[in-house]
T-cell receptor
Framework: AQKVTQAQTEISVVEKEDVTLDCVYE???????LFWYKQPPSGELVFLIR??????QNEISGRYSWNFQKSTSSFNFTITASQVVDSAVYFC?????????????FGTGTQLKVEL | DTAVSQTPKYLVTQMGNDKSIKCEQN?????MYWYKQDSKKFLKIMFS???????INETVPNRFSPKSPDKAHLNLHINSLELGDSAVYFC????????????FGPGTRLTVL
């Protein structure tokens, strides 16, 4: 069965600090997809990134970057120069390519608080 | 234009009542989902429909019945509401039933008194 672990329940940083959110996953499939979603205080779920298991290249989008390492089954998310608007709960999620019906399995989320 | 919309945004009701939550997507997607987020913010899939056909049914009590009149709509009807049903319910859609990105609606906060 697939599983996603986000060991950091809550992280507090001061604005402009860099912060990394950890995500470790378990799956028996060789083909799978990993996602990050952001849930700001307003409550909606905002898609950030989708990465398939064959693409281990790191990705950067503005202040956001993602480090995918199959060897350690991790898909970590770094925010550079954090801002107060980054305060949110961040969810990592996994979808298996076969037989899963595109079921997203979510981690328990990491609450990020960015303070002035 | 809102891509995935849900109504109502808030729903407060008494135990034992029956209620429905509606979801619509204008993305032209074939697959729609319902997820439940509990008080600890844990998100878990409940149902998935592809072109009006049930694909995923995750050990949800049969008091919950999804209905898909067409591929742009997926409604959730809940009978005999219980206190434990209080949660935020999210609708989502994706292009197909493969591992495509799911886009979520704003959520419906259900409170059962």
């Amino acid at each position: 069965a697939q599983k996603v672990t986000q060991a950091q329940t809550e992280i507090s940083v001061v604005e402009k600090e860099d912060v990394t959110l950890d995500c470790v996953y378990e799956t028996r499939d060789t083909t799978y997809y990993l996602f990050w979603y952001k849930q700001p205080p307003s409550g909606e779920l905002v898609f950030l990134i989708r990465r398939n298991s064959f693409d281990e290249q790191n990705e950067i989008s503005g202040r956001y970057s993602w480090n995918f390492q199959k060897s350690t089954s991790s898909f970590n998310f770094t925010i550079t120069a954090s801002q107060v608007v980054d305060s949110a709960v961040y969810f990592c999620a996994l979808s298996e390519a076969t037989g899963g019906g595109n079921k997203l399995t979510f981690g328990t989320g990491t609450q990020l608080k960015v303070e002035l | 234009d809102t891509a995935v919309s849900q109504t109502p945004k808030y729903l407060v009701t008494q135990m034992g009542n029956d209620k429905s939550i509606k979801c619509e997507q204008n993305l032209g997607h074939d697959t729609m989902y319902w997820y439940k987020q509990d008080s600890k913010k844990f998100l878990k899939i409940m149902f998935s429909y592809n072109n009006k056909e049930l694909i995923i049914n995750e050990t949800v009590p049969n008091r919950f019945s999804p209905k898909s009149p067409d591929k742009a709509h997926l409604n959730l009807h809940i009978n005999s509401l219980e206190l434990g049903d209080s949660a935020v319910y999210f609708c989502a859609s994706s292009r197909g039933q493969g591992p495509d990105t799911q886009y979520f609606g704003p959520g419906t906060r259900l409170t059962v008194l």
